[in-house]
């Protein structure tokens, strides 16, 4: 890749700081910071209206050293093949921290969904599978949901794909509804991770979770999922925002009805619980910690040092950007990054995949407590690198990453 944009660029400059401790020879470090493929496709749609749109869709395998490429789907209009390699990136370091025998893998589609009906997405979704179905499969590439994509969704491409296949294909994806083949757990996995990261971090910085104070901003999926998870281990959840608004209660909000409220509204505004507030407001609150749970670069050079928190758990993929990480890092901020924090999602799909292959299905109890262990795993080895090295965790994230994919590279050889 010759060029690349600013998304893909943050993530070259974690890695690089990472590749350095390491020692990474030359020839294995252009290996790793080249992704292996990255497919562009057309996708023509009839609409409602009975016009032809035609839309541009993404999949990038980025690599697969560890096994077949793994990750999401996300249809937004800001969708782009810099974004889409970035993320697939960062999913092959994900994946590699939890010891998840995948590689990494992005999808995405230049969209805007809330305009779409549910038939002119079920026909999007069905030709964009149509035309990336040669890379795909559950021994190549497994997708999943993303940002505005869902378990119907992930239905459409198990159904797009078995169809082609000639057989029902239960493995070809995961976040699928639990009737068709989906995991118990799975639509909370995201979301419990990174609450057991935050209780984690609590533990290592000798917090009292109990009656600690947690901002989180993005009230999707992941971020109430946590929010919720967090109020049960008695943690006050004072702060929540959302694409809309935003409200705050110092003595703590009540998180099952804001999440009601939600369910109803669509969005945190103008919940009753609290007073209003903004995404800058929440970012300067002096909690114990912050929770970016919404989109990628929401932490700059612009607000970085008016953040109070005394650590950060990136719920959200790439939510920090590496010169804000840098202003975070001077203060003493403790900052559990992203392809930590966040893999209990992918960590759930490999439970599921895993599932479809055996054809033996776990119960909930199974799979949250499968998560627990290979999440405090996974934590515990980033912070032993990380107190080894006296680096930041993000660092020693990557460092335990990059060294897994690079000796398996080293180990594989090179093809010819």
Known sequence: MAAHGPIFGA???EFDSAARVLNLEPGIWRVLTQPKRQITVAC???MDNGEIEVFTGYRVQYNISLGPAKGGIRYHPDVSLDEVTALAAWMTWKCAVSQIPFGGGKGGIICDPTRMSRRELEALTRRYVAEIIDAIGPDKDVPAPDVNTNEQVMAWIMDTY????GRTETAIVTGKPVVLGGSQGRREATGRGVMICTRESAR???????GATVAVQGFGNVGSVSAD???KLAARIVAVTDWKGGVYNEHGLDVPKLIDWVKEHKTVDVFKGGEMLTNDELFALDVDFLIPAALENQITIENASD?????IVEGANGPTTPEAHRILHDKG????????ANSGGVTGSYFEWVQNRHGYYWTEAEVNRQLEEKMVEAYNAVLRMSLKHKTDMRTAAYIVAIDRVATVTRLRGMYA
């Open 11 to 13: 993530m070259l400059q």
């Open 44 to 46: 023509p749609v009839a």
């Open 162 to 165: 078995s169809m082609h296949v």
């Open 204 to 210: 290592h910085l000798e917090i009292d979770l109990r």
């Open 229 to 231: 998870l967090l109020s």
């Open 307 to 311: 953040i109070k928190a005394k650590a």
């Open 333 to 340: 901020v403790f900052v559990v990054p992203d392809i930590l």
